[in-house]
């Protein structure tokens, strides 16, 4: 084989080569803008009884009415209060609702429906935060993430999750079973360590919590874990019992690692409705809440609930629960969430 031959194989290997490497490149882009897409598309889906609860009575109510007056006003600050958004915050919509029409002079019953979505979103997004209101990890290592939540919210199965992701990511994950009060707790969060490669610490059904607690932030420093989720027992007997405990695993927690923890996530069960308002604001005065997640937002035509904490309360949704699957648990997007429900 003369050289002239080598060169034009060599040539045709390269060129055939950059040409796999190309069909490979643009076949990922395409896949993961049809991700993308398809992620919006699937919300959709997962929230639909919520969309379909609110849209379509709010659609007969413009149809049947006709006309922009009080009686619509009224009917439609109902609808709002029946899709669990909360009647201060449906009280406080359809005001700036009023005024919108009033200012703008709008006549067009067809342009309600777009003011109320405007109106909604920017409820969502005021003094929105991009530092403080998504779900996101800093530098600090070990990062500390407390969970807490009545017991049935999906708790563990989130935990779970997170860890899965985190470990997926290339993490060093520890978790901590700081529920000791029900022995499935315990046994629970092993399973979902082990479903997902995380290291877990756990003691004896009734042992101390806080113990438990410093045991495992103890060795995250010590093997240079880069994430902690801690679980807590789901029900405390009263008020003080429950602001006592967490407290005191707080301070457990500050002994060993003094600017943690870095996040104290509320789970939060979107099919108990205005129960979660009072839930939350229980669990705010005892722990300083720094996000929430919302669970089984794909189980209830009553997804408004995301806006009447946020209105309320002021505590950001990081997280929201739409199925069973791994990745339907998802990061909080303002913009997707209205969308999926108005549009």
Do not use: C
């Not at 919520?50 to 009917?75: P, V």
């Not at 756990?202 to 101390?208: E, I, L, S, T, V």
């Not at 690692?257 to 108990?272: I, K, R």
């Not at 946020?310 to 303002?334: A, M, S, T, W, Y």
């Amino acid at each position: 084989m003369d050289t002239n031959t080598i060169y034009i194989i060599v040539a045709l290997a390269v060129t055939l080569l950059v040409l796999v490497s190309l069909f490979f490149i643009i076949k990922k882009n395409k896949k993961s803008k049809t991700l993308s897409t398809g992620n919006e598309v699937d919300l959709k889906l997962k929230l639909s009884k919520t969309k379909t609860g609110l849209l379509s009575k709010l659609a007969e109510a413009l149809k049947l009415r006709g006309k922009i007056d009080d009686d619509l006003m009224e009917e439609l600050e109902e609808i709002l209060i029946k899709s669990d958004i909360g009647v201060e915050t449906s009280i406080d919509i359809i005001d700036e609702l009023r005024e919108h029409v009033k200012k703008e002079n709008i006549i067009d019953i067809n342009v309600i429906q777009s003011k109320l979505e405007e109106i909604i979103k920017e409820m969502l997004l005021k003094e929105y935060s991009a530092n403080t209101d998504h779900f996101q990890i800093d530098s600090a290592k070990p990062y500390i993430i407390l969970f807490t939540g009545v017991n049935g919210v999906g708790k563990t199965t989130t935990i779970g999750k997170l860890a899965k992701r985190f470990v997926d990511q290339g993490k060093k994950v520890r978790l901590i079973a700081g529920d000791t009060f029900r022995a499935a707790a315990i046994e629970q969060l092993t399973i979902w360590a082990e479903r997902a490669g995380a290291e877990i610490t756990k003691h004896q059904h009734g042992a101390d919590p806080s113990s438990v607690i410093f045991e495992g932030v103890q060795k995250a420093v010590k093997d240079n874990d880069d994430i902690v989720l801690i679980d807590t027992a789901g029900r405390q007997h009263t008020k003080v019992n429950l602001m006592n405990e967490l407290s005191k695993i707080t301070r457990t927690i500050k002994k060993i690692v003094p600017d943690g923890p870095h996040e104290t996530l509320m789970v939060v069960d979107a099919t108990t409705g205005q129960n979660a308002i009072t839930q939350t604001k229980l669990f705010n005065e005892a722990a300083n809440l720094t996000g929430l997640v919302l669970t089984k937002l794909d189980g209830t035509a009553k997804g408004g609930i995301v806006i009447g904490i946020k209105h309320q309360l002021n505590i950001p949704v990081k997280l929201i629960g739409v199925g069973e699957k791994q990745e339907d648990l998802r990061d909080f997007e303002v913009n997707q969430f209205v969308e999926a429900i108005f549009e």
